[in-house]
């Protein structure tokens, strides 16, 4: 295989017309499955080529795994230096390859439901330590079941899009009467969202997680933006709401299960051993190395403040998966779940700011000399990764970015 | 007026060939607006007409105030007896009237996102006594945000749907492991959804309390089936999840604002007063009468269990709104707010069977001779209200209804 390089799905970039396609990545640019959907003639994906047709993903999401791989083939052939299909098809080909750099990315999928788990182990006990104590630092339930909550769809924004520092409650001071005024501690949280795919399940269906294989579509790089303040004080007893609905960033490129297969590693060992509706025989999880970038709005330095793995995550997606649904809520193709932050079990490796900082008592200090401890007005987060495999293959997620803007003031 | 009864808009009913149509109901009866949507010709709906011939009234939803103004005064004009434009065309009769009897109901709206809120102080205050104790019972946040939290969208389900007793985690014995297995405290809550309209907002769009009134579309019941024992275990530190994404009931017919009007009480008195961004002027709290009616599966006897008022809410939906936008979440027409459990303070107004059994102590008696602590299988829960006026006026909502079915075994 010469020329594919990686199969990452993605959607939604108007060419000409500003129409949103479907679309390969393929090194600097994009194959436009719109104009080659008649090319998709296998048995499966023959009579199912209007799904390429479409703006959003939502609906080849919805067909099955063995679809899926179909057109991940197909792909393949079409794009070897020996198939001469699209080769010697100079008008086709012509209307087929758009540049990267002239599209423009939207959010691949209408996402119905949006779910927040908190699968990281380390994560999880540095918060634990941080608002309790080490002794106390794992909730009693946290290694029972992938602790996760529903999230807001309609505020998922895909790379690039600027987020704004919120307004909202906070309690400066113990005891004392909240203050409304801007964030102070805005923070990033590094984390991998997945894609559900698979037909739509009826409410009252469960999906184990040794069911949930054919269910998992592809993933994304996820930038959770955190209010830390607004959440301390939101937060109980329902959990997060308004510090975390004012934005989630994602990467525009879907790496599917498929293409990630090379990456694949020892899931994380669990004790106590799971539920069986929580367990699976098959290996679910990737070596993907993440990286988190912070540069300042006020200088050109790049400065890499976390470098982190996705394989740290304690819970599977497909246990995530099997606990979203084990009291029958249904599912939809195109619904999301966040992994939670994914910090490793070393300090460089903490998934967002209020770790790498430790709650601001560890300033992180950049290259341009500035400090931090929380996120600035003006500074940009760039989230990258990529999975590595044993045979020294590298699957590309691309970036995941987005510029911190200063408060609006209330008027 | 005479024909004109009430002004609930609903979508959805399959006539002779399945298709789904936005319509209001009137009487016995449901005027299809899909046949008479070119009747819509006021200065504001005359280029709109579009919107009443789609299957859910999401586009409706996202016009104007002025515009859903314009629409009741076109029915009402329609519908009146003096009005000769229907009643003397009998080919458009026939088509436009459907039985409520013959028709299917479906949910309303596509729900983009559905947030769910804790809005009774009689609620809140009740279920931090059983769970804390009476000098705690309220958490330090609640009296100065209305608190809330992300729900499940896919879930949402039309009154009629049954409900399956779900499976999930409880901990039964403090300090032990925890055990797998059907849930065993299965409870409804008695609760109202306010449907969210006009042109969606910007990400990092605030709206405040005071600009609000032109965001409120209408009201539905809402049960929001609980698993108690499932809920109590999983919910620290992120809030419900599994225990609510089950299943929550709507009613078919959304009764708008303007319906209201004659229902408008009193706002709930607050202290502390709000921030500036949760203040409005004007009233938005509406005397609308609730009961809940449980029938055991194993007789024919309906017991009512519980008679509340929607008035008895502190935070008015206006106040959920601003609070859900304040850090800049972007909203969709079509959005659903849930109100939380709306008890008043006396034993017989409590709006769950946690609080009217008193988490067990105080078993219901129905007038059957059986006892109830929580819902048992083949129980049905129905949900009544009724809006009324100064004026003896008297706006009905129909029914919520759900029937809950027995767990399916584990394999």
Redesign the interface.
């Known amino acids: 295989m010469k020329s594919f390089i990686e199969y990452s799905v993605d959607t939604d970039f108007p060419i000409q017309n500003n129409e949103k396609h479907i679309g390969v990545a393929i090194g600097e640019w994009i194959l436009d499955l719109n104009v080659i959907s008649h090319l998709f003639n296998g048995p499966l994906l023959k009579d199912k080529q209007n799904v390429f047709k479409e703006e959003k993903l939502n609906s080849f999401m919805g067909l099955t795994k063995p679809h899926w791989i179909e057109a991940r083939n197909t792909l393949q052939s079409l794009l070897d230096v020996s198939n001469t299909t699209l080769h010697n098809d100079n008008e086709l080909r012509q209307k087929a390859f758009v540049k990267q750099i002239d599209a423009k990315m939207h959010v691949p999928a209408d996402i119905?439901?949006y779910t927040d788990f908190?699968s990281s182990i380390h994560h999880a006990t540095n918060v634990g330590i941080m608002f309790r104590s080490k002794e106390n630092a794992l909730?009693?339930?946290w290694k029972?079941?992938p602790?996760?909550?529903?999230?807001?769809?309609?505020?998922i924004?895909i790379s690039g899009?600027p987020?704004?520092r919120?307004?909202?409650?906070t309690?400066p001071v113990e005891g004392a009467?909240?203050f409304?005024g801007p964030?102070r501690l805005m923070d990033f949280e590094l984390e991998m969202g997945c894609f559900v795919g698979g037909p739509p399940t009826e409410?009252?269906e469960?999906v184990t997680a040794q069911q949930a294989t054919d269910r998992i579509f592809g993933f994304v790089l996820m930038n959770d933006w955190s209010?830390r303040d607004?959440q301390k004080?939101?937060?109980?007893?329902?959990?997060?709401?308004?510090?975390k609905?004012?934005?989630t960033s994602i990467s525009p490129w879907i790496v599917t299960v498929e293409a990630l297969r090379p990456a694949i590693v020892d899931n994380y060992p669990q004790d106590?051993p799971p539920?069986?509706?929580l367990k699976h025989d098959d290996k679910f999880n990737f070596n993907i190395k993440l990286e988190v970038d912070l540069k300042s709005g006020k200088s050109p330095a790049v400065t890499t403040i976390c470098r982190s793995n996705y394989r740290f995550l304690y819970w599977t997606v497909k246990q995530q998966l099997a606990?979203?649904t084990?009291?029958?809520?249904?599912?939809?193709p195109g619904?999301l779940l966040g992994s939670g932050t994914i910090s490793g079990d070393t300090p460089d490796s903490y998934g967002s700011m209020l770790e790498l900082a430790w709650r601001g008592t560890k300033p992180i200090r950049l290259v341009d000399g500035e400090e931090r401890k929380f996120i600035q007005d003006g500074d940009t987060i760039t989230l990258r990764g990529y999975a590595a495999g044993l045979d020294g293959v590298r699957i590309g997620f691309g970036k995941c970015e987005g510029t911190l803007?200063p408060a609006?003031p209330?008027e």
Chains 1, 2 share one sequence.
């Open positions: 119905g439901d908190y909730m009693p339930n029972y079941l602790v996760g909550y529903h999230g807001r769809s309609s505020s924004v899009t987020i704004r919120p307004y909202g409650q309690l009467d909240p409304f964030c409410l009252g469960r209010a607004i004080w939101e937060y109980v007893p329902l959990g997060p709401f308004t510090a609905n004012l934005g106590p539920f069986s509706y606990q979203q084990i009291t029958g809520c249904n599912i939809r619904d803007l609006t209330f």
